[in-house]
């Protein structure tokens, strides 16, 4: 069974600062590792996904995630938050064959 | 190249009745996944389809099911529509064969509200 805990349901922010989600999982064998973005009323959009190799993922918007196995974490960074990245994240989940299992996700907000 | 498309994008229901929602997956893409997401919570695991075949199905109860045709495209079908059946449905994209390594494509939704 496959599992994801996101700290914190939601995050401020100010302007230009540091953008630090985190997010756990848990899971009997090797994950694949995703975060997406939600706006208002919409679907789901790909970040940043981690399936193997560099364990330092680079994703759209300027967003990172850093796969650490020892720490089973795959935290989410942004070194300067734009007025525009406020959004609702998601972290998730998956392995071979199995579907994606989410966390609750994490409201960013960001003030001017 | 279009992405995964959905519709209706809205939808109000009466409790009681049935509702069918439909999905268009990328060109190319052979599994399609749904999932329903209810005001401040994460994405829920409904069904997966691969080759037209059930490949999964989370835990909801028998009044959802769902089929993927020939041309990869599926429909959601819930009856007997209950309150809490209310939510964002959002549908999945994948290549197929082994998940992890390609991601999944969602489309935009289907808001269903049951009144």
């Known amino acids: 069974a496959q599992s994801v805990t996101q700290l914190g349901s939601h995050v401020s922010v100010s302007e230009g600062a540091l953008v630090l989600l985190r997010c756990n999982y848990s899971?009997?064998?090797?994950?694949?590792l995703f975060w997406y973005v939600q706006y208002p009323n919409q679907g789901l959009q790909l970040l940043l996904k981690?399936?193997?190799?560099?364990?330092l993922v680079k994703g759209i918007n300027g967003f990172e995630a850093e796969f650490k196995k020892s720490e089973t974490s795959f935290h989410l960074t942004k070194p300067s938050a734009h007025m525009s990245d406020a959004a609702e994240y998601f972290c998730?989940?998956?392995?071979?064959?199995?579907?994606?299992?989410f966390g609750k996700g994490t409201m960013l907000l960001v003030s001017p | 190249d279009a992405g995964v498309t959905q519709s209706p994008t809205h939808l109000i229901k009466t409790r009681g009745q049935h509702v069918t929602l439909r999905c268009s997956p990328i060109?190319?893409?052979?599994?399609v996944s749904w999932y329903q997401q209810v005001l401040g919570q994460g994405p829920q695991f409904i069904f997966q389809?691969?080759?037209?075949?059930?490949?999964g199905r989370g835990n909801f109860p028998d009044r959802f099911s769902a089929r993927q045709f020939p041309n990869y495209s599926s429909e959601l079908n819930v009856n007997a529509l209950l309150l809490g059946d209310s939510a964002l449905y959002l549908c999945?994209?994948?290549?197929?064969?082994?998940?992890?390594?390609?991601?999944?494509?969602f489309g935009s939704g289907t808001r269903l509200t049951v009144v």
């Open positions: 999945a994209s994948s290549l197929g064969g082994t998940e992890g390594g390609y991601g999944y494509t």
């Open positions: 899971s009997s064998v090797p994950p694949y």
């Open positions: 981690y399936t193997t190799g560099a364990t």
């Open positions: 998730a989940v998956t392995s071979g064959y199995s579907t994606l299992t």
């Open positions: 060109s190319g893409h052979k599994s």
């Open positions: 389809y691969y080759e037209k075949e059930e490949r």
